[in-house]
């Protein structure tokens, strides 16, 4: 077994990974139902088709992280560095996303339902094909990239509530 899968397809639900280094970790298919991983670098690490609903990863760093796929319902993602994170189809349900930092994000074919994105950074966000019915987009920041791929309807709500880069 490769060290870096040490933890893939695993129960880590009670894990306590305040001594663990995660950076680069593979962590695909595991359930980490409400794990504690707030304001941690996390960057390089694959959380593909995970289950991190009801999960802390405030203030965390997760600049080209794969979660594509990952079960995020209600999980705390603000003010979360997620640059080029891969968020393709994932389940962000009534996320906390308030100051998440969301810059060149793939988002494709997320739900987003009742999400709080205020004060979001969206700049270059690819959100075609997601779900983003109730978002709360106050404050969020946004460039015509990111409105390059939401529909009319969502593109005026966006418009009407963030700032322009």
Do not use: Q
């Not at 994170?85 to 969301?102: H, N, T, V």
């Not at 969206?122 to 978002?135: D, E, F, M, Q």
């Amino acid at each position: 077994m490769n060290p870096s899968d040490v933890f893939r397809k695993r129960n880590l639900s009670k894990v306590n990974f305040d001594y663990e280094d995660l950076v680069g970790r593979d962590l695909s298919d595991s359930n980490m139902h409400g794990v504690n991983l707030k304001n941690r670098d996390i960057h390089n690490a694959d959380f593909s088709c995970s289950n991190l609903s009801e999960s802390d990863l405030s203030g965390a760093i997760l600049f080209n992280v794969k979660l594509r796929g990952a079960d995020m319902r209600g999980a705390n993602l603000s003010n979360a560095k997620l640059w080029d994170a891969e968020l393709y189809g994932a389940d962000l349900r009534k996320a906390d996303m308030r100051g998440a930092d969301l810059f060149y994000a793939d988002l494709r074919n997320a739900d987003l339902e009742d999400a709080n994105m205020r004060g979001a950074n969206l700049r270059y966000t690819n959100l075609t094909g997601t779900i983003l019915t109730s978002v709360d987009f106050t404050s969020a920041n946004y460039d015509s990239h990111t409105l390059d791929t939401i529909s009319k309807e969502k593109k005026r709500v966006l418009e009407s509530k963030g700032n322009l880069w």
